[in-house]
């Protein structure tokens, strides 16, 4: 894929209030373009909201961020036009109905239609469709998603895909858009753990086209990442680890996160999911 210009993105003191208290609170880190970023932290911490703000899909009320210079909460539309969410349950989800191909086609005819350049309206009808399909070939490249190992290739339809190639969908749809800042919420929900290492080996493969990518998770990769771990308002979780590198070791922390079962992690989800309801018809949009 064309190398693209990924979004540094910093972070001092963030936090934001929910209905119920604090969704998340003193989170800060630094973390160049092109970087992969793996937040993480127990359940009801915030994570999710932590994705969402940093994407410009919800307002925070502390502290301050910056995404590709672009400060936050003051500079909200700028970054929502230079990020895309890949699979963000309750948020954008995949219409279970389409096939792959319906699902990818309407991605392109909407890109085309609406958020392409102004210069490429100058172009021959001819020469926009030859360059969508050259853009959607990078995006499923990058992906990994190739279309002739489904079940029934392109006509599969999105609700008979497996998890991992549900997510390599997302992240090739949200690549479209050709975004400097790519975000993925539980990443590892409900994998094994050979399809949790084929799910990062995904974003470090994006993160090497130059895209920033940020993947909530419930254990960080082994290396390779700034770890960033959220925690709720009364400091349940302990120092955390901002911006730094991952290293081969795990901590204890690290180990409990990776010991959960499904439903736990699920149970995680739906609590992160209950702070963002606020933000949910603006991040639709998005």
Do not use: Y
Not at 10 to 31: E, Y
Not at 124 to 152: I, M, W
């Amino acid at each position: 894929m064309t190398q693209l210009r990924g979004a540094a993105v910093s972070a001092a003191d963030f936090g934001l209030d929910g209905p119920r208290g604090p969704a998340f609170a003193g989170v800060g880190f630094a973390a160049e373009a092109g970087s992969l970023i793996a937040v993480t932290g127990p359940s009801g911490s915030g994570r999710t909201c932590l994705l969402l703000a940093l994407t410009g899909r919800m307002k925070a009320g502390h502290g301050h961020a910056k995404v590709a210079g672009h400060p936050l909460p003051r500079r909200m539309a700028a970054v929502r036009r230079l990020t895309a969410l890949g699979q963000v349950p309750g948020v954008n989800d995949l219409d279970p109905a389409l096939t792959v191909t319906e699902q990818l086609r309407e991605r392109v005819l909407l890109r085309r239609r609406f958020g392409g350049p102004l210069r490429s309206l100058l172009r021959t009808r001819r020469e926009r469709a030859a360059a969508s399909r050259k853009q959607l070939e990078a995006a499923l490249a990058t992906a990994g998603l190739e279309l002739d190992a489904l079940p029934k290739g392109g006509r599969t339809a999105v609700r008979d895909l497996e998890r991992l190639e549900e997510l390599r969908l997302s992240v090739a749809l949200a690549l479209l858009g050709e975004p400097g800042l790519l975000a993925v919420d539980d990443l590892d929900l409900k994998l094994s753990e050979a399809e949790r290492g084929a799910a990062w080996a995904l974003l470090r493969s994006v993160a090497d086209t130059g895209v920033t990518v940020l993947a909530v998770c419930s254990e960080p990769p082994g290396e390779g990442a700034v770890v960033v771990r959220t925690r709720t308002g009364d400091g349940e979780v302990g120092d955390r680890a901002d911006g730094d590198r991952a290293s081969g070791g795990k901590t204890a922390g690290d180990k409990a996160d990776g010991d959960r079962a499904d439903g736990d992690r699920a149970a995680a989800r739906e609590t992160d999911k209950e702070g963002a309801a606020d933000a949910i018809a603006e991040a639709g949009r998005a």
